[in-house]
Every structure is written in structure tokens, then in C-alpha cells.
């Protein structure tokens, strides 16, 4: 039955806004010292608190803002005005996100994603970028958490959703892992029926899940309280929506598009490599010499709009430089197109990128066979459904070179774990139509293939795990503090100095009494500082008293 509802998406971009206009208004009518003391009055102990109001949060950060709220509104309102006549045309049953007629099934394989991702997750101790997110964004409150950021270090939209778990546990690095393991087991039941319209064998997709579950920076990522394995459900949502609307043209899997690819970007800004990618394929999907597909055309127009309105508080506190000109992501001013494009390809890069992809380590000639396998299969075969697959490994092998010429920037190996997946699926997807039809000698060979990488994989995760994930030894940095005393901070307030977040978790074992930031609070009792900025401490006001590696423990003089 055909089913139009006329009203959701111009009530959404209505409200919007709305928002966006009241925002504006609070915005623009408060003087910047205003703005200065209600923001540290949220929690005046953050990251950088002793210098937000002249980096990050300035006088300038302000007119920027303004001009960047007002321009947002009147896009939204132009937004919601030309709204007004799409229709969410639903004609089909193309995408659900549970097929409730197997249920059951899609239980087993989400329960079968849960005890992978415990098992490895309880192999590794907390890293420092898990305890640096959890402490500095998601225990803040809730404006702090999704309008500060002065590293990339806050993925945004993990971080706010972490933020609120902590109504239910205060370790918020746990609840962080949760969140990723509950998007890396939804991936997997997503792929288990989405795999259903190539292969119906029950036995060759379950060993197909298996071996996605041993892919290093999948499983890897899934483990950590970080935003990755959210944006990898997200880009691969994304994916599917596009995917029916290709094949059904219903404008309503744009509109859910148009949000979780916007979520995407708020995740994690490097969503824009996957982005670019995905919409190279929408393009190439099109009949040659056909009209532009101008539906498609607004949906992007929209999730910019929607991305940039998203990053409103972002842009308003931290300025915008803090999201595309920070260290991270920023290249160097002297770097030339033809210098960068020389050092990408001949740089150790892609045999670093390979090896995690493919556990090939110096051997980038076997990698790169990996890499054309799905072109040359579908070469060979040309069939309609390979060739959509192919089309889109290529497009997304475009995104991600393209977006890095332009920025002269190369992402880190887990900015592009979305690209890892993808091509794990399309080569597998590839191989499983090419033996639909055939024997069951090829289909088991498939099976043994599968089940001769998940070992293999599986051998070098556990040599790997969690040592690759940000090359250091997690494990054995977190031991030593573990074995260091700290027994004399039972119930005393400390203050714990920016650098030296990583301490949290095993002072918060001893005392609840922590706060942290860049400026030192002197009515603590103890003061944890590293050694390279103890020059911040006033030896007339503190005493050492304890000193592990690099960090100092002072006491406050009585």
C-alpha cells in the first residue's frame, strides 16, 4: 500500500531553525565576558581552562560565530521552505533497521558480536586516548561536551551520547567500549541480512561474519571508547540507504540519509574521505547521459547544511580553526600539491595501511594484489551486481585520494577503517555471486578460504592487540601506575594537571575527589603535574611527595 507522509521532514528542517534562531539570538545579545563566565561556570576545571578565553574561545571567535549562526538560519529556513512538497513516498519494504521476521537470528548474531567484542575488550587496559575523551568531553557538561574542541580527540556525537550514560555507571571509558561494541555487533547483524540478497547459505555467512569480526582496525576500534565504530554503523546505514534508493528511488531513504551521514560528520570530521566516496558512486550509478539526479544533489546540499549546523556550538566556543587548521589536520603552509602528492605515494604509508588490512607486513606487492582482486574478478565476470560493487570500491578509492590532495593531509589508519570494511565486504560479496550458481565443491572452498584468513587474522590479533592500535604498549603503561602506591591519596581532593589525565582511572580508584584542568586549583590536597611542567607548581604552597616515571605527586603545605 502505497503510505505518504507529507509532514516530517519541513516539521524537522521547521525546528531546526527555530532552534538555530533562538541560538542566535542568546548568542548575539550576550557581551563576550558574558559568554566567558557562563562557560566556565558549567565546570571551570576543563582541558585548557587556563587558556580557552584567548585561544580557543577569543573576541574574534565571536564576530565569526554570529556571521556563521545567521548564515546557518537562513539556509535552514530556505531548507524547511522548500520542504514543504517532498513526500516520503514508501512503496516498499527495502530497508528496516531489524527485519523483524527473523528476529531471532539477527539476536544470535548481535549476542555472537557481544561475546567477540568482550573477550578482546578485556584483553586491553584503558589507553590514553580513551581516558582523555572520556574525562575531558563526555564528563563534562553536556554544552562543554559538544562545544569544546581543542583536539580531535572529541568525537562529538560518541561523546554526547556517552555523556548521558553516565546517569547509569561513572566510568565513562566503560560505557564508552559498550557504545562501540553495541555499533560493531549492530554492523554485524546489519551484514548478516544484508548478505541474505547474495548468498542464502546459512554456513558461508556466519563464517563471513566471522572473519570481518578478526579484521585488526574493525575488531580493533570496536574495543575502545572512541567514535570509530559508531561512524563505521553510520557509514554503513549510510550505505544501505543509498543502496535501496538506487534501486526504488523512494525519497525517504534520502531523508534518513541526509541524517546519519550528517551524524557521520559530527562523529568524527574525517566522515568527509567516506562521504565524497559515497557520492562518487551515487553519480556513476546513473544512466549514462541522463539528467542529474537532482534529489540526490539536494540531499548533499542538506547534509551540509545540517553538518555545519550541528558543529554551531563547536564553531561558537572553540572557533573554527580548532576544526580544520588544528595540528592534526592542518598541512603545512609551505607544502606544495606536487611535493605532497610525491610523499603520498612514496612514503611507508600504505605498507603501514596494508599491514593492518591484510596482516601483510613489508610485503605491499601481495597487499596491492589484494587491492585490484575485486577489479580484476569483475573484469573478468561483468556481472550488473559486481560491477555496482566495484563501482563502489573505486569511488570510495577516489574519495579518499582525492580529499587528500586536496587537504595535503593523510589520515590516520583508523580515520579510514570505513574504506577497510568496505573492501572486505565487496571482495567477499564479489566472490560469493561469482559462485552462486556453481557446484558446492567452489562453495566450499569459499568456506575454506574464509575460515584460512579468520585463523590467520585471529593468530596475529593476538600478537597485535592492543599494542597496534596507537603503537605503544597500553597494557604495560597502565601496569605501572597500577603498581604505584597510592594509598596516601585515600580521600583527599586531588587535582589532576592537564598532561597528566591519563592517571584518572587508577586515582579515582582511591578517591572520587578529582578534578582536572589547566589551571591548578589550589584548594586541592594533592596535585598531580608531569616533570617537563612543573614549573607551574609553587614549591612555597606544594611539597613532593611522590614521583612515578614522569609524573610528580605534590602535597599542599599545612
Not at 546540499?301 to 573554527?320: D, H
Request: aromatic share 18%; charged share 15%.
Amino acid at each position: 500500500m502505497n503510505r505518504t507522509i507529507n509532514c516530517i521532514v519541513p516539521i524537522f528542517w521547521s525546528l531546526t531553525s527555530v532552534l538555530v534562531l533562538l541560538y542566535g539570538i542568546w548568542y548575539t545579545s550576550s557581551e563576550y565576558q558574558v559568554l566567558v563566565d557562563w562557560y566556565q561556570n558549567l565546570e571551570p576545571n576543563f582541558y585548557k581552562n587556563d587558556v580557552w578565553s584567548s585561544i580557543f574561545f577569543t573576541s574574534q571567535t565571536k564576530g565569526f560565530g554570529e556571521t556563521y549562526i545567521w548564515i546557518l538560519f537562513f539556509m535552514s529556513l530556505i531548507v524547511a521552505i522548500s520542504t514543504r512538497n517532498i513526500k516520503l513516498d514508501i512503496k516498499t519494504k527495502s530497508f528496516s533497521p531489524i527485519n523483524w521476521s527473523n528476529c531471532k537470528v539477527d539476536l544470535m548474531i548481535f549476542m555472537l558480536g557481544m561475546l567477540i567484542w568482550f573477550f578482546w575488550q578485556s584483553r586491553a587496559a584503558y589507553a590514553t586516548d580513551e581516558v582523555f575523551s572520556a574525562i575531558n568531553f563526555a564528563s563534562k557538561p553536556f554544552f562543554q561536551t559538544i562545544s569544546f574542541y581543542p583536539l580531535p580527540n572529541n568525537h562529538i556525537f560518541f561523546n554526547a551520547l556517552n555523556h548521558w550514560l553516565s546517569i547509569f555507571h561513572d566510568d565513562l571509558i566503560w560505557t564508552g567500549r559498550v557504545i562501540s561494541g553495541l555499533s560493531f555487533s549492530i554492523i554485524l547483524v546489519r551484514i548478516w541480512t544484508f548478505i541474505g540478497r547474495f548468498e542464502s547459505d546459512i554456513f558461508i555467512k556466519l563464517v563471513f561474519i566471522l572473519l570481518l569480526s578478526t579484521i585488526f582496525p574493525i575488531i580493533g576500534f570496536a574495543t575502545q571508547a572512541r567514535g570509530y565504530s559508531l561512524q563505521l554503523l553510520l557509514a554503513w546505514i549510510a550505505f544501505e540507504l543509498v543502496y535501496f534508493y538506487l534501486k526504488t528511488k523512494e525519497t525517504r531513504h534520502l531523508s534518513t540519509y541526509v541524517i546519519v551521514m550528517a551524524l557521520g560528520m559530527w562523529t568524527i570530521p574525517s566522515f568527509l574521505f567516506y562521504w565524497i566516496g559515497l557520492s562518487v558512486f551515487v553519480i556513476l550509478s546513473g544512466k549514462p547521459y541522463r539528467t542529474p539526479d537532482f534529489k540526490y544533489i539536494y540531499a548533499s546540499i542538506r547534509i551540509l547544511i545540517l553538518s555545519l549546523i550541528l558543529y554551531i556550538p563547536v564553531v561558537t566556543f572553540s572557533g573554527w580553526q580548532s576544526v580544520v587548521a588544528n595540528k592534526y589536520v592542518a598541512a603545512p603552509t609551505d607544502l606544495t600539491t606536487s611535493e605532497f602528492f610525491q610523499s603520498f605515494f612514496l612514503s611507508n604509508y600504505f605498507q603501514g595501511l596494508f599491514n593492518e588490512w591484510f596482516g601483510s607486513g613489508t610485503s605491499t606487492w601481495l597487499a596491492v594484489i589484494l587491492i585490484i582482486l575485486p577489479v580484476g574478478l569483475v573484469v573478468m565476470n561483468k556481472q550488473k551486481e559486481q560491477i555496482v560493487l566495484v563501482r563502489l570500491f573505486l569511488s570510495l578509492v577516489f574519495g579518499f585520494i582525492a580529499v587528500s590532495l586536496i587537504i595535503k593531509k593523510i589520515p590516520f589508519y583508523r580515520n579510514v577503517i570505513i574504506h577497510c570494511w568496505f573492501y572486505w565486504v565487496i571482495l567477499f560479496l564479489i566472490i560469493i555471486s561469482l559462485i552462486k550458481d556453481r557446484t558446492r565443491f567452489w562453495k566450499n572452498m569459499l568456506v575454506l578460504i574464509m575460515l584460512t584468513i579468520t585463523i590467520y587474522f585471529t593468530f596475529l590479533n593476538f600478537k597485535r592487540y592492543p599494542f597496534q592500535l596507537y603503537y605503544y604498549d597500553v597494557n604495560a603503561w597502565v601496569q605501572s601506575m597500577k603498581d604505584t602506591d597510592l594509598s596516601n591519596l585515600k580521600n583527599q581532593y586531588v587535582f589532576i594537571e592537564d598532561e597528566s589525565f591519563y592517571w584518572h582511572p587508577q586515582i579515582q580508584k582511591v578517591t572520587k575527589q578529582t578534578k582536572s584542568g589547566g589551571k591548578i586549583d589550589l584548594l586541592s590536597d594533592i596535585l598531580v603535574i608531569e616533570t617537563n611542567r612543573k614549573d607551574k607548581v609553587d614549591t612555597l604552597i606544594w611539597q613532593q611527595m611522590l614521583q612515578s616515571g614522569e609524573t610528580l605527586f605534590f602535597k599542599r603545605r599545612k
